[in-house]
């Protein structure tokens, strides 16, 4: 038999639970490196940050979701499901790739203009100077970059240099913080703490570089640019931009009218407990995009492998974020003002509802990443859409009545209500 073609697919292989399992294992030092990152860094701005500190780094994260979520959550996403069955070596590998690169370049220009333009609604917390700007911008673009580099290693299969590069942004981001908090003890400098995290989680671009070469995946871009992959990628960014519209930005608006209503030392209460679904929700969002998407994306022409793949993984994510969630609630005395400070024990009352939002959050969760993987645009905006106006609903009557309680009560009925719907719309996928 010929030896395949350089831009030969590979061949999809079956799918089964102890896969999943055994790729999330695998996982385990990447994700273990980002919780305790992630954890470390949120003790630091409790303790060190001063009042308000906690929730001015979650404004600052989800400040760098707006810019990042383009590339991320749609170029990227795409650039999976089309990078993951091709061989480096082939030249629909550099149309893809360099279709990515071409769209990446739009949105980054496109969010950095809209920074030098109208700063004051998205970085005035910070009280910026025309310096922190300039070094924010720079930052997002080697944010970016490093990210692209990231899904090159993901798609090629190399799990090991993927979790090498997520270690070491674990360390640097947290290490600088550390670094400028520390030296500024008496007037905490957050803003420049914060820029810091964010050019120390740029510099990984020089290793994520090296590891791709060394790989052998960083082939010449040259030639035209592939209409087809330009018009297909682009449909990941459209569903990037419902949930950059309907999704980061009603948690960023959400988060300002708290902190107007409330003042930032009462929403750091609130804060605490999503700093704390944050953290759970990056270490499963991890395996999802690294175990669970590429495989579901690379099944896309075979509905059944792909139907049991996902029925596989519910059947295990099921139970064990019960269990996970329940152990949680009956820590909570103990856990949040370990994980924060003395003054964050009043945030385990608020501390139910998130996790039941949460659960019903991450079990519709492998079935909303089915219209990712088979580029339904249409649907997928829609549901964001949907889930984003029952959210600001329920917003608005419950917060006025339970106040802090009530954000998070809208997050259940949300959360809920969307369950729901993919329960009946995948009804399908229950029947083998």
Known sequence: MPPASPSAPKTAVAPSGSQFVRGSLGSGVA???????????????????????????????????????????????????YLAPLQPAGG????????????????????????????????????????????????????????????????????????????????????????????????????????????????????????????????????????????????????AVGLLLFGKAVDFAVREVLVRQFGLAETDLWQAVVKLSDNYTMVLAAVMSSVYYPRLAALAAQPAAQQQWVRTV??????????????????????????????????ADLLAPQLLADWFRFIAWPLIMVFTAQARVG???????????AYAAALAVLVPSYGLYGALLAGVGRQGLLLLWCAWYFREYWRR
């Not at 994700?31 to 780094?57: D, E, I, Q, S």
């Not at 099921?318 to 024990?345: D, S, T």
């Not at 649907?379 to 106006?389: C, D, E, I, N």
Request: hydrophobic letters at 60%; zero cysteines.
């Open 92 to 239: 629909r590998y550099r149309a893809w790739l360099g279709a990515a690169v071409v769209l990446n370049g739009a949105a980054l220009l496109l969010g950095l203009g809209l920074l030098w333009w109208v700063p004051g609604p998205l970085v005035s917390v910070f009280q910026p100077t025309a310096g922190w700007l300039a070094l924010f911008g720079l930052g997002i673009m080697l944010l970016v970059l490093n990210a692209l580099v990231g899904v090159m290693l993901l798609a090629a299969g190399q799990l090991r240099a993927y979790i090498g590069l997520t270690v070491t942004l674990s360390v640097l981001g947290p290490a600088a913080v550390a670094a400028v908090l520390l030296s500024n003890k008496e007037t905490p400098a957050v803003s420049e703490a914060l820029l810091a995290y964010l050019l120390a989680q740029g510099a990984t671009l020089l290793p994520a570089l090296w590891l791709a070469r060394r790989h052998d995946l960083l082939p010449p871009l040259r030639g035209r640019l592939s209409k087809v992959a330009l018009q297909e990628l682009s449909k990941f960014l459209l569903m």
């Open 314 to 347: 519910l059947r295990l994510l099921v139970p064990v974020l019960a269990g996970g969630f329940l152990l949680l609630y009956w820590l909570r005395n103990w856990l949040l003002p370990l994980l924060f400070e003395a003054r964050f024990a009043p945030a």
């Open 379 to 389: 649907r997928y905006v829609a549901v964001q859409a949907g889930s984003a106006v």
């Open 31 to 81: 994700l273990g490196a980002r919780a305790a990152g992630a954890l470390l860094l949120n003790k630091l701005l409790a303790v060190y940050g001063g009042p308000g500190g906690l929730t001015l780094l979650a404004h600052f994260q989800n400040l760098l979701a707006l810019f990042t979520t383009l590339p991320n959550d749609g170029t990227h996403v795409g650039a999976v499901k």
